[in-house]
């Protein structure tokens, strides 16, 4: 059973890992941003993804998320990035099929670092040769990530079939996807949340996909206790 280290086991044995994904362009500015990661963390997310992340904000960000005991992920689309990234200190990189090749998923497993791989429109084929890459180049492990629309969670046992850590991404309201997800064993649930008006980020909402993950989690089996949110 394949299980990644994201500073504590995660696998399908171990507490779900929740990722609370923003766009930088919504958020607009840095103060917003690092009150954004404060918000995050205060809502007992595991980790923050920044989409769009401009570099100038990188090491302020990275170094707020770190204080707060925050993972945070930002995507990197080429070997320049990686190599920046890896020296702000990022803990993980967060590549996107669509925008990758071998070479990058390689760069980045040489780090030594965990590899997020949001699987876009790969191919079982091309699945196969990201996670031998990454296999092949470096010991942190990889992700793969498939967005799904419902609680079908279409295209999940073909990710299983690869032998690594699977999670999934969810653009929708509420928390009947992430639900769907852990019960059916899916341990990274990343979920985007939308800026509304001038809200920044409603620790409310945040804070009740949490609660409801880790309940459902807590609830699968008797002897399960959630031992880090």
């Given at each position: 059973?394949?299980v ?30 690092l009150?954004?990661?404060d ?29 707060r ?108 996807i ?35 993950c ?16």
């Open positions: 059973m394949r990644i280290d994201f500073g504590r086991p995660v696998g399908a044995a171990h507490p779900p890992f929740i990722i609370a994904a923003l766009d930088c362009r919504e958020l607009g500015t840095l103060e917003r941003a009150a954004a990661v918000v995050a963390a205060d809502s007992k997310v595991d980790a923050i993804k920044l989409a769009r992340l401009p570099s100038g904000w990188a090491p302020q960000l990275f170094a707020r998320a770190e204080r005991n925050l993972m945070m992920l930002a995507t990197a689309l080429d070997e320049e990035q990686i190599s920046r990234l890896d020296w702000m200190g990022a803990p993980a990189f967060y590549l996107v099929f669509d925008w990758s090749d071998l070479e990058l998923v390689a760069r980045a497993a040489q780090t030594g670092k965990p590899i997020v791989m949001q699987v876009g429109t790969a191919s079982e084929a091309e699945l196969a040769e990201i996670v031998a890459t990454a296999r092949a180049n470096g010991t942190g492990g990889i992700v793969l990530v498939q967005s799904v629309i419902d609680v079908e969670l279409e295209g999940l046992e073909a990710l299983r079939r690869h032998g690594a850590v699977v999670g999934i991404a969810d653009r929708s309201r509420g928390v009947q992430p639900r769907a997800a852990i019960a059916s064993g899916v341990p990274v649930i990343e979920k985007r949340f939308v800026l509304r008006g001038d809200d920044l980020l409603c620790p409310k909402e945040v804070g009740e996909v949490v609660q409801d880790e309940q459902l989690w807590a609830s699968m089996s008797d002897d399960r206790r959630w031992a880090f949110n």
